[in-house]
């Protein structure tokens, strides 16, 4: 018996939720199921199984790269970076417009 069946999913399902999906996955690497079975007893595609199969692998490559919170830390870190990077930029326009103002030179837009 598989982990869907156990689950009580049944043959009828007609929304796949990342939480059946995934149960179906676990069930085909450990073995549980084939492709193909899942597909005739599910009235899915293979393509649509292996496709899940592909994405799932890749939440678990990313999973396994970094936590989430991780992510969340390196993005504020080069928000930060790049709006001081901005504020730099702004400074040195700033200046470069005095600097012309001051050698009688009009200033370009």
């Known amino acids: 018996m598989t982990e869907q069946e156990q689950n009580g999913a049944n043959q009828d399902v007609k929304r796949w939720t990342a939480k059946r999906k995934a149960a179906l996955i676990l069930d085909l690497i450990k073995g549980t199921t084939t492709v193909a079975q899942a597909a005739r ?24 790269r970094s936590r989430p919170k991780d992510v969340a830390e390196q993005y504020e870190s080069q928000i930060k970076d790049l709006q001081a990077k901005v504020g730099e930029l702004v400074l040195e326009i700033d200046v470069l417009k005095k600097a012309r103002r001051l050698f009688g030179q009009p200033p370009q837009e």
């Open 41 to 64: 007893t599910y009235d899915l595609t293979p393509a649509e199984i292996e496709e899940w199969i592909e994405e799932g692998l890749r939440g678990l490559e990313n999973n396994l």
